[in-house]
């Protein structure tokens, strides 16, 4: 059978098509027409209009690398995930993972901010690196994080050029590690940026050492639905060990509510399993969540020796609503530090907090911080207590939700920082606080 030619500078299929039905292609192997060339920058794929008489443009790729489409330029709803401080200590050097893919997912951008830089290390940096399922460990981006920058100050990473560096698989991890020990160090803020976005929604507990406790990690701000669960340690513990993920309503106290998983005789994923593989959920029935809902880690047997936890919650996805959430257990993570780095613009559109341990006295703000401001000066946003924010002395395992201060103070601009305000912390435990955002 004869191969067709090259359908050369043709970019509209009806034309192929028509080549293809032509007398001297009739009959012939059709799967040999090469692929149509793709449209050159600034050129628009056109449509004819109604009455036939001319074209209509429908999509390009403009000369400052945007998507438009019919004339307006395209702002992506990516998936973002994100790494802090406050979950697991960033002080000593070594690897962090933070996030198990649900998914194949294309890195598109890595933000990082710290509240308080490095000053005693001759040189600290942080490299965001994927780990896959057989713990092969790649850099995402060319050179790490400066951790001695000013603080308070966004930066941006320049992604590997390497071939598939960026791609995430399933089960892959996206781990933090810092080159050399941290002494003043703190605050720290990391938010992955991935396509597709829109997929779904998600929300992670990671700890290693002091953090292996039963706690609070997520308040629901609206209902949910819990479609998928992940695990995984970098290593295991020395003896028989397991985590549940548990939903508390109403006043439970932290891990005191309905078991999810069925894993083990229903004891949870395995924390003695074999080191660096992904543990996947089976569920009990309650996987619905009502907002101020809350999910909860509840540990058994014997932890030690545990390190590089990682738990990765996927809920039913939900059209153009991302949840961003803080997790700080002991006293000392309450700092003033961000918790999310805007990628595009957003509408801050919910906002619940909860906690294990009252505070003796004081507040708790929800702050958008614009570039190079301090959390503590930033735009405060929850009017609750005479617009000091979240009372954190209030009733321990009760959500508080947050009512707003005007309209005009919940948008966020490309690169603005989302994070927590502390006044007076003494007592306070296990503060939680999940945003919920709209693209703006």
Request: charged share 10%.
């Amino acid at each position: 059978m004869a191969v067709i030619p090259s359908v050369g500078k043709e970019r509209n299929w009806v034309a192929v098509l028509r080549r293809v039905m032509s007398s001297a292609w009739w009959g012939q192997d059709v799967s040999q027409i090469d692929t149509p060339p793709l449209l050159l920058n600034g050129e628009w794929a056109t449509g004819v209009n109604a009455a036939g008489t001319g074209t209509v443009n429908l999509f390009q790729v403009s000369t400052a690398n945007e998507a438009v489409f019919g004339g307006e330029v395209a702002n992506p709803f990516y998936k973002t995930v994100n790494f802090r401080s406050g979950q697991g200590s960033v002080g000593t050097a070594g690897p962090r993972s933070f996030w198990i893919a649900d998914g194949a997912y294309t890195v598109v951008a890595i933000y990082e901010s710290h509240a308080v830089a490095e000053t005693t290390a001759a040189t600290n940096t942080a490299m965001i690196r994927k780990r896959s399922a057989t713990v092969t460990i790649v850099d995402l981006m060319t050179a790490g994080f400066n951790l001695k920058g000013t603080a308070d100050t966004v930066q941006t990473a320049t992604l590997s050029a390497v071939s598939g560096a960026t791609s995430i698989a399933a089960g892959d991890r996206i781990e933090w590690t810092n080159s050399t020990t941290s002494t003043q160090l703190a605050g720290v803020t990391v938010t992955v940026v991935l396509a597709p976005g829109n997929r779904n929604n998600q929300a992670t507990f990671y700890a290693t050492g002091a953090g292996l406790a039963d706690c609070v990690f997520y308040v629901a701000t609206r209902p949910m639905v819990i479609t998928r669960v992940d695990y995984v340690h970098t290593v295991a513990a020395s003896a028989a060990s397991n985590v549940q993920l548990v939903i508390d309503t109403s006043t439970n106290a932290p891990g005191a509510g309905t078991d999810v998983l069925t894993n083990n005789t229903a004891a949870g994923f395995d924390c003695n399993g074999t080191a660096n593989v992904v543990q996947n959920g089976t569920f009990t029935a309650g996987t619905r969540m009502a907002a101020g809902d809350r999910l909860a880690v509840d540990f058994s047997g014997t932890l030690t020796g545990l390190a590089g936890m990682v738990l990765t919650v996927t809920f039913a996805p939900s059209e153009d609503l991302k949840e961003v959430s803080i997790s700080n257990q002991a006293n000392g993570t309450h700092i003033d530090a961000n918790f999310f780095i805007a990628d595009r613009p957003y509408y801050v559109y919910l906002a619940s907090a909860v906690w294990s341990t009252a505070g003796s006295s004081g507040n708790t703000q929800l702050v958008i911080a614009s570039g190079t401001t301090a959390i503590a000066s930033g735009v405060d946003l929850i009017a609750l207590d005479t617009a000091a924010g979240f009372q954190h002395d209030g009733t321990a395992n009760t959500v508080e939700v947050g009512t707003f201060i005007s309209e005009g103070v919940r948008y966020m601009n490309t690169g603005d920082r989302l994070g927590l305000d502390f006044a007076t912390i003494t007592s306070l435990v296990g503060f939680v606080c999940t945003v919920t955002l709209k693209p703006a």
